[in-house]
């Protein structure tokens, strides 16, 4: 019975939608109901969804593709999410609170947790992490940032020889544009390192 309704429910906004705009695309109307329905469902039920992808990155990216918001809907929640997968060390709850925080629209009211957790190592979201608090532009990551630039074999343990996570670092010095960041960034021009000077084009 909940299914059918379900379905009643879906047919009834199409066709709602489509009177509205009766020359709108059947992908422009599909894509419109999914955010429909999307924003009417629980984080709780959508984390519920994620876990039962089995970890299979790509099936992840692509739900998590169909549920991007860019109006902070879930960020008290999320903000809930977060302080409970640090508090329990739960990787895949912080995995998720991520990639929803970046579909949501950050701000700095996260900040607090990420740098809480920007050098734990029980998980391994740096690169996310520095990436995210880029945005911030906050002085007091400069020392977290520079040991994370420093200290590939325990927080880059996923670069490559192009080493994006440190690039990020210098992007997020450079971002916060101080006194402090600016030393930091002249400490790491003088290690010599091709992707400092790449991410800095000198």
Same mark, same amino acid.
């Given at each position: 019975?909940?299914?059918?309704?379900?379905?009643?429910?879906?047919?009834?906004?199409?066709?709602?939608?489509?009177?509205?705009?009766?020359?709108?695309?059947?992908?422009?109307?599909?894509?419109?109901?999914?955010?429909?329905?999307?924003?009417?469902?629980?984080?709780?039920?959508?984390?519920?969804?994620?876990?039962?992808?089995?970890?299979?990155?790509?099936?992840?990216?692509?739900?998590?593709?169909?549920?991007?918001?860019?109006?902070?809907?879930?960020?008290?929640?999320?903000?809930?999410?977060?302080?409970?997968?640090?508090?329990?060390?739960?990787?895949?709850?912080?995995?998720?609170?991520?990639?929803?925080?970046?579909?949501?629209?950050?701000?700095?009211?996260?900040?607090?947790?990420?740098?809480?957790?920007?050098?734990?190592?029980?998980?391994?979201?740096?690169? %996310? =992490?520095? *990436?995210?608090?880029?945005?911030? $532009?906050?002085?007091?990551?400069?020392? &977290? !940032?520079?040991?994370?630039?420093?200290?590939?074999?325990?927080?880059?343990?996923?670069?490559?020889?192009?080493?994006?996570?440190?690039?990020?670092?210098?992007?997020?010095?450079?971002?916060?544009?101080?006194?402090?960041?600016? %030393? =930091?960034? *002249?400490?790491?021009?003088?290690? $010599?390192?091709?992707?400092?000077?790449? &991410? !800095?084009?000198?």
């Amino acid at each position: 019975m909940e299914l059918c309704a379900s379905i009643q429910v879906q047919c009834w906004l199409t066709v709602l939608f489509s009177e509205a705009r009766p020359n709108a695309k059947p992908e422009t109307v599909i894509g419109h109901l999914r955010k429909t329905v999307f924003k009417r469902k629980k984080l709780t039920d959508i984390y519920s969804a994620y876990l039962k992808t089995n970890e299979n990155p790509f099936e992840r990216q692509d739900m998590l593709t169909k549920f991007w918001t860019s109006n902070k809907t879930y960020k008290t929640e999320n903000l809930q999410f977060l302080e409970s997968a640090v508090a329990d060390k739960d990787i895949q709850k912080l995995k998720f609170s991520i990639a929803m925080a970046f579909r949501d629209v950050l701000d700095k009211d996260y900040s607090d947790i990420f740098y809480k957790i920007i050098l734990e190592t029980w998980h391994e979201e740096h690169e %996310d =992490i520095v *990436e995210i608090v880029c945005d911030f $532009k906050e002085e007091r990551y400069c020392d &977290a !940032l520079l040991k994370i630039a420093l200290e590939d074999k325990i927080y880059r343990k996923f670069d490559d020889e192009n080493e994006s996570t440190l690039r990020k670092c210098v992007n997020a010095l450079v971002a916060i544009n101080t006194k402090k960041s600016k %030393d =930091i960034l *002249e400490k790491l021009i003088l290690t $010599k390192n091709l992707n400092v000077r790449f &991410a !800095l084009d000198i």
